[in-house]
């Protein structure tokens, strides 16, 4: 069972990254504190992981036969992935390590099926452009909405905070139900735990991350990509959430950073292109690319040596 380390540390790994996906925006507008946020993300990924994370477990578990070591090989290889890009205050996709680690691993075991990968991937590219749409949407129908019914200052600060809250309430529950798969999916796969026991433990790794070392992500995608009013910050977790909780029913994992980024960009590009922080933006891009190249690599070079 000592295995199940790898699973825990790739769940510490993904709360402490994607926790920013869910509040960051609120807390680097100081419409939230950080710690009403990690709390609440934590309670509420648990509920998402337990209650609907099962589907995404089936999807990457189609990938490649998984045993004991190398569920423990895999988990690993993604974990050290995504913590250096944490390191590097990268917001990343966990999705993408796992696969990336289930395809380096499965290379050398000659156990991969390439056949899922298809729709994984175009899941990845959509992501971050349907999180765009409905961003920009949300922004015109909810401003017109704001605009036509708050007239007071006041009252519309007291809505922008409690909406921002409900929000990320939203987002952290579809970020369990989505993300919880590339924590202990491939334990489930290998049969060393079932189903349940893989998204509540899931879903403990993922929390304790949150409320241990998520600040810093928060304040790249909070800041580094656009200056965000609050009422911008409410539409981008909104967007971000409603596409990470669509894919969630169909079975998917998909990456909360794409999301969260495909949506900030669609309120920018309203804003105007010079509101983009360009810089940040390669380097999430390059993220992006590398995060799935880097865990594989590392669990071949895993697999080979054990």
Known sequence: MF???AGIFLGWALGSNDAANIFGTAVATRMVKFWTAAILTSVFVILGAVLEGAGGMETLGSLSSQTVNSAFITSLAAALTVTLMTYFKLPV???QAIVGAIIGA???RQSIDFSPLGKIVLA???TPIGAMVVAFLLYIILGWGV???IKDVVTLDKVLKMGLILAGIYGAYALGANNVANVTGVFVKSGMI????GALLGGLGIASGVLTYSKNVMMTVGKGITELLPFSALVAVLAEATTVYIYARIGIPVS???AIVGAVMGIGLIKGMNYLNKNTIKNILFGWLGTP???GIISLLLTLIF
């Open 3 to 5: 295995r199940l380390i």
């Open 93 to 95: 996709s966990t999705s």
């Open 106 to 108: 499965g290379i050398v």
């Open 124 to 126: 990845w590219v959509l």
């Open 147 to 149: 605009e036509r019914t």
């Open 194 to 197: 079932t189903v349940f026991q």
């Open 256 to 258: 909360t950073s794409q």
């Open 293 to 295: 190249t880097i865990a």
